[in-house]
Nanobody
Framework: EVQLVESGGGLVQAGGSLRLSCAASGLTFDEYAIGWFRQAPGKVREGVSWFSKSADSTAYAESVKGRFTISADNSKNTVYLQMNNLKPEDTAVYYC???????????????????WGQGTQVTVSS
């Protein structure tokens, strides 16, 4: 059974940092890419970042480039999202997701993923 568990969300002031974790079980990073998504109230879920071990590649949405960094600890089967210089518009529930890694291109669309975590709330105050 595949499980994805996010942690690390919280309340932070604008300009601050948070590191989100996505602990994965029941899958390997060789077979699955991991994506981070977020959903703010009243808005659609949007792709934030993508990591593929098989492609040795990462990707970011334009809105977070230069501020967010995705990384993985293969020994812990965990993917991280380091978020720096946070802005109030980053406020959302953040989800990690797993999808087949053989797409050959950055996966930042909801429909490209098969498994989802429960989400963790990030709130950035101004």
């Amino acid at each position: 059974e595949v499980q994805l568990v996010e942690s690390g969300g919280g309340l932070v002031q604008a300009g601050g940092s948070l590191r989100l974790s996505c602990a994965a079980s029941g899958l390997t990073f060789d077979e699955y890419a991991i994506g981070w998504f977020r959903q703010a109230p009243g808005k659609v879920r949007e792709g934030v970042s993508w990591f593929s071990k098989s492609a040795d590649s990462t990707a970011y949405a334009e809105s977070v480039k230069g501020r967010f960094t995705i990384s993985a600890d293969n020994s812990k089967n965990t993917v991280y999202l380091q978020m720096n210089n946070l802005k109030p518009e980053d406020t959302a529930v953040y989800y990690c997701a797993a999808g087949p890694s053989g797409m050959g291109y950055p996966m930042l669309r909801v429909y490209e993923y098969d498994y989802w975590g429960q989400g963790t709330q990030v709130t950035v105050s101004s």
